[in-house]
């Protein structure tokens, strides 16, 4: 006789234990607890690999520690800790400092902690490093911006970008001295406009991008 759902054992709950163990392995997150004052309650393996502290070292210590002297002076903490516990959340993006006073850009989320009657008792921080991705975006703006630089530099050519319908992103000087156009007459609309009309009604225009989107060029 099958069973009956209803008639089924509860599945045991998951020990408290096991969550907390679980959190102290991670590694590739700093987690920890603070109390409402902003002291340090806890601290798992991704905290001390993260921020370079021993959790006998930080226990205990305020989690401003961790913030720049720049923001400390402003009042980032205290601002942190008042908006989760008004808003339930707070999330932030920004440098942060290990404890041998290296930085590495941080994004961080403090959430507010309740007991089973609603009463706020803590909160908890969770921060991943994303240095790495920081200073590819940099690299990437860093190179976007010489190629700018490079491209308005040159005046005896034209040298413009196109969307893949064809509408006009950018537009250099050679390309207003070739052409006559300034950037703000033609950014925005459709490449054709330098064909004559017979060459747009043949579709001319349409089989460049045809062939530039198929073959590359």
């Known amino acids: 006789m099958p069973d ?3 008639n089924r054992d509860p599945q045991p709950a998951v020990p408290a234990a096991r969550y907390e163990l679980l959190v102290r392995a991670v590694t590739s997150y700093a987690i920890y607890m603070i109390d409402l004052d902003g002291k340090v309650l806890s601290w798992n393996a991704g905290a001390e690999r993260l921020k370079g502290y021993a959790e006998t070292e930080i ?34 993006e920004g440098w942060r400092v290990r404890k041998d006073g290296t930085r590495f850009w ?11 009657s609603g009463e706020l008792i803590g909160f908890a921080k969770i ?3 994303m240095t790495e991705r920081r200073m590819a975006q940099q690299a990437l703006a860093e190179s976007e911006r010489r190629f700018r630089l490079l491209v308005s530099s040159v005046i005896d ?19 207003e001295r070739v052409k006559g156009y300034a950037a703000d007459d033609v950014i925005g609309k459709q490449f054709s ?8 009604e043949a579709g001319e225009p349409e089989r460049v991008l045809s062939a530039a989107r198929s073959e590359g060029r």
């Open 193 to 200: 406009i330098f064909y004559t009309p017979e060459a747009r």
């Open 157 to 175: 050519s034209a040298l413009l970008t196109l969307d893949l319908e064809g509408i006009i992103q950018s537009w250099n000087p050679g390309a």
């Open 59 to 92: 226990v205990g210590q305020h989690f401003s520690n961790f913030f720049t002297p720049e923001e400390r002076d402003a009042g980032r903490p205290a601002f942190a800790l008042k908006t989760a516990a008004e808003a339930g959340r707070w999330e932030d």
């Open 127 to 129: 921060t991943r490093d």
């Open 4 to 6: 009956d759902p209803e």
């Open 106 to 116: 941080a994004l961080a989320g403090l959430d507010a902690t309740r007991d089973e």
